[in-house]
């Protein structure tokens, strides 16, 4: 029952319509940077998908990034055929017993105990570590080394002229930011690339906005791209 295409639409007059900016630029065949932005169940994933099929008969190169990793739905619209799978790790310390003094530094500068000294032991808790690499560093006798934890799965596929790309949290794990730069990092660097914001004003969100001018190195995006938020996103 969903609309599969623009022509299939009733109502969203003031975005669809031919004298708003969103059919100006369809009706040049140019889309340039916009955010549609609404509560939700408004329709914005439903015209970003249909965003995507009409640029991609126009001859543009699209891709549909997908960062809602918790719960990603734009396969349900497009309905892709999987090209490939990668998994995502995560380092996380691996702490050496022979090696450990139990001086405690590293539980000192971890902010969200995920590594704690405990009587002759020093405990990891892989969950909530954010992989900063930093007990590894003020370990004095080095008996902290990192090894990988997958935390996520990315998945590529292509419909219709369209590339989609989603990212995937296992479940019981909480941390989004990191499987998003991966996803955002696999983007290509060129074409038009619509984006899928999760909502929210945490960290999830952000990361997925972030410009290009301030990202990290490896999750930059092309400077024209659409991207689709909920309302507390930007409230």
């Known amino acids: 029952m969903r ?27 140019k889309i340039s940077s916009i955010i549609l932005w609404g509560p939700p169940g408004t329709g914005k994933t439903t015209v970003a998908t249909n965003l995507a099929r009409v640029a991609a008969e126009l001859g543009q190169r699209v891709t549909y990034l997908d960062c809602d990793v918790e719960e990603p739905n734009g396969q349900i619209f497009l309905q892709p055929e999987v090209k490939w799978r990668r998994p995502v790790t995560l380092p996380v310390p691996r702490v050496d ?29 892989p969950q909530l570590c954010h992989s900063c690499g930093g007990c590894r560093l003020v370990c004095p006798p080095h008996a902290i080394t990192e090894v990988p934890r997958e935390v996520a799965t990315l998945m590529g596929g292509e419909v219709d002229g369209v590339e989609y790309l989603q990212g995937l949290l296992n479940i019981g794990e909480a941390m989004s930011p990191p499987v998003i730069r991966a996803l955002k990092a696999v983007a290509p660097q060129a074409g038009l690339v619509i984006v899928d914001a999760p909502p929210g004003t945490s960290c999830p969100g952000p990361t997925t906005q972030r410009p290009r001018s301030t990202t990290r190195a490896g999750e930059r995006l092309p400077a024209g791209s659409v991207r689709v938020t909920q309302s507390a996103a930007l409230s």
């Open 3 to 29: 609309p599969l295409s623009f022509d299939d639409y009733v109502g969203q007059d003031h975005l669809l319509g031919a004298d708003t900016p969103l059919g100006r630029m369809l009706a040049r065949e």
């Open 97 to 125: 017993p022979e090696l450990c003094d139990l001086c405690g530094e590293c539980g000192e500068i971890c902010e969200f105990s995920a590594i704690v000294p405990i009587g002759s032991k020093v405990l990891v808790f």
